[in-house]
């Protein structure tokens, strides 16, 4: 009883920040979503290998309309990081180019850490944009690799 009282007298911001240090239990690290408000649907696609801590690699996203339709000419940006940790990516990845069919190149991807991270796009397409959030979690085995 003393403990709940004293956990409801802290401030909300600490509350926050220490929900924020854990990750979810059910945490959804599926690689096909669709976006936010429901524009597309995106597939990401990791490397083959997962790449190592620190190395940098290349990432794909198809990217289509809600029914299939793969989305040409859009326009991609990359952002993201660890929730737990407050940091953001350690580069600034890019979607370079097209590849086929509504692919899309991710390059500059790099992990400088083990555990949870975001991977955030903002797609934009024939005047249209929405984002959409995966969830990654980097094996502390790739650091030894
Ligand atoms: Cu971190």
Do not use: C
């Not at 709940?4 to 600490?14: N, W």
């Not at 692919?103 to 024939?126: H, V």
């Amino acid at each position: 009883m003393i403990l709940r009282t004293a956990i409801s007298l802290l401030p909300l911001g600490f509350v926050v920040a220490a929900h924020a240090m854990s990750m979810p239990g059910d945490l959804d690290t599926g690689m096909k979503h669709a976006t936010a408000h429901h524009a597309f649907v995106a597939e990401l696609e990791p490397p083959a290998n997962p790449a190592a801590i620190n190395q940098m690699h290349s990432w794909r996203v198809r990217v289509t309309s809600p029914d299939g339709q793969p989305l040409h000419q859009a326009r991609i940006t990359v952002d993201g990081g660890m929730p737990q940790h407050g940091h953001g990516l350690p580069t600034h990845p890019k979607a370079t180019r097209e590849l086929e069919d509504g692919t899309y190149l991710l390059e500059g991807m790099k992990f400088s850490m083990t555990g949870w991270w975001e991977i955030k796009l903002a797609i934009e397409a024939g005047g249209v944009g929405d984002t959409v959030t995966f969830n990654t979690v980097v094996d502390p085995q790739a650091s030894v690799r």
